[in-house]
């Protein structure tokens, strides 16, 4: 297979600099996802964007990471998860939801837990939820406008997940305390 660089700031391609430049001012350092995205400045750029939009719904920072560490589960993604459990805990996540997060269980709130499930049927059905399931998580005391979020969500981890599995970014020392792997979740 391919094998696949972090570019620095210097190496990546003139339209990935400045979106790197953008990154290592807001955090300091260049997520080894993301410098691996900079081979293909659309790949960088759509998948920031998409991050800053995603954080301007509606839902709280712990209902975005329920969404997207649901979707990083399903998809086996190490890298993503180990990342988004330090967002999270950075995000003052409960360690509980964390917790169910990371292995795929109930968590405990029946609000948060039918956002998970519903986050879940999206991802396993690629969108064919039913509507008594759309209807379950309205019930829940989401809206219309939460299920398109959850597909939005559920979008950005394709990008993420599906680049990680083909470009298998080692993960960055930042997130290593968080390291994640498949056979944690239940079965």
């Excluded at 981890?157 to 979740?185: E, G, R």
Aim: with cysteine.
């Amino acid at each position: 297979m391919a094998k696949y660089s972090q570019h620095t700031i210097e190496s990546a391609p003139d339209g990935s600099k400045p979106i790197l430049q953008a990154i290592n001012g807001k955090l300091g350092f260049v997520p080894n996802l993301m410098a691996t995205m900079a081979e293909a400045p659309v790949m960088v750029e759509s998948y920031m964007t998409m991050m800053g939009i995603f954080d301007t719904t509606d839902l709280t920072p712990t209902e975005r990471e329920i969404i997207l560490m649901t979707n990083n589960r399903l998809n086996g993604c190490t890298y993503c998860m180990a990342a988004h459990t330090t967002v999270a805990k950075m995000a003052g996540v409960d360690d509980g939801v964390i917790a169910a997060l990371r292995s795929g269980t109930p968590i405990d709130d029946p609000k948060l837990e039918a956002l998970r499930s519903f986050a879940e049927i999206i991802n396993e059905t690629r969108g064919w939820a039913s509507e008594e399931q759309v209807d379950a998580l309205i019930a829940a005391g989401y809206t219309k406008q939460t299920v398109l979020e959850v597909i939005a969500g559920t979008a950005l981890k394709v990008l993420s997940n599906y680049t990680t599995h083909i470009v298998q970014p080692p993960v960055d020392a930042a997130f290593q305390p968080a390291a994640w792997a498949p056979d944690m979740a239940a079965e």
